[in-house]
């Protein structure tokens, strides 16, 4: 059964920077008390984080937000189509579950206890169904849901980022801190007047996407397909 899902952010993340300041200068072998480059990296640092957080499409620090959920229905008679195994939520890892309400018909709606009516898959997102005649998993009905629930990685200028996907914009912001002023498209370069430029033409050798391949891997097992 197809699910349309409308997403609202209530409480968004202070900041969605995936590394520190006081981390990609200890990358980068720069003291702490030369402020010199703190404005040019903290820049690249948000810069990254987004290009990261629009390839994975998803936010990663921990926001409070609510999914309306709506199963597909037939037209008219407004037969349903059958049941949800599961509601997906559009935000994982799942933090706490606020509220889930089942709007049954306009104006009417019950109110669903976490452990009673439904379990939460913290790291997948879901919501199991539980039949309180028997305590087992069952289906969803075609009804609205709205699920109300905090979600994401780690809290924003408190928490920290899961170690390779800090990894990976740390290595994202030294190679662009690093090549300051330098032509993006020089391969190499020999000996002035003696030797030789090579220019990099597009993407390097084996990139496909907005990032070498090393990096990609890494972010592939963040990123969130998208429905068509």
């Given at each position: 059964m197809a699910v349309r899902i409308v997403t609202t952010v209530l409480t968004p993340a202070s900041s969605y920077d995936l590394t520190t300041l006081a981390n990609?200068?200890?990358?980068?072998?720069?003291p702490s008390t030369d402020t010199s480059s703190d404005a040019t990296l903290a820049r690249f640092i948000t810069e990254q984080s987004a290009l990261v957080a629009q390839y994975c499409n998803r936010a990663f620090p921990i926001e409070t937000v609510?999914?309306?959920?709506?199963?597909?229905?037939?037209?008219?008679?407004?037969?349903?189509?059958?049941m949800l195994s599961e509601l997906q939520l559009s935000r994982w890892p799942i933090?706490?579950?606020?509220?889930?309400?089942?709007?049954?018909?306009?104006?009417?709606t019950n109110a669903l206890t976490e452990g009673t009516d439904f379990i939460v898959d913290?790291?997948?997102?879901?919501?199991?169904?539980?039949?309180?005649?028997?305590?087992?998993?069952?289906?969803?009905?075609p009804d609205q849901y709205t699920v109300r629930y905090q979600a994401g990685y780690f809290e924003a200028g408190s928490?920290?980022?899961?170690?390779?996907?800090?990894?990976?914009?740390?290595r994202l912001v030294?190679?662009?801190?690093?090549?300051?002023?330098?032509?993006?498209?020089?391969?190499?370069?020999?000996?002035p007047g003696v030797g030789n430029e090579q220019y990099w033409i597009g993407a390097l050798p084996g990139q496909t996407g907005p990032f070498p391949p090393d990096i990609a891997a890494v972010l592939e097992k963040y990123r969130v397909p998208l429905a068509i």
């Open positions: 990609i200068k200890d990358d980068l072998a720069i609510q999914d309306v959920i709506y199963p597909d229905r037939d037209p008219y008679p407004y037969q349903v189509t059958g933090v706490s579950v606020t509220s889930v309400t089942d709007t049954v018909a306009v104006g009417v913290t790291a997948d997102g879901w919501l199991t169904k539980i039949d309180p005649n028997t305590g087992y998993p069952t289906g969803w009905s928490g920290t980022p899961p170690a390779d996907l800090e990894m990976a914009v740390l030294t190679a662009r801190f690093k090549a300051r002023g330098r032509d993006p498209f020089l391969r190499s370069q020999g000996e």
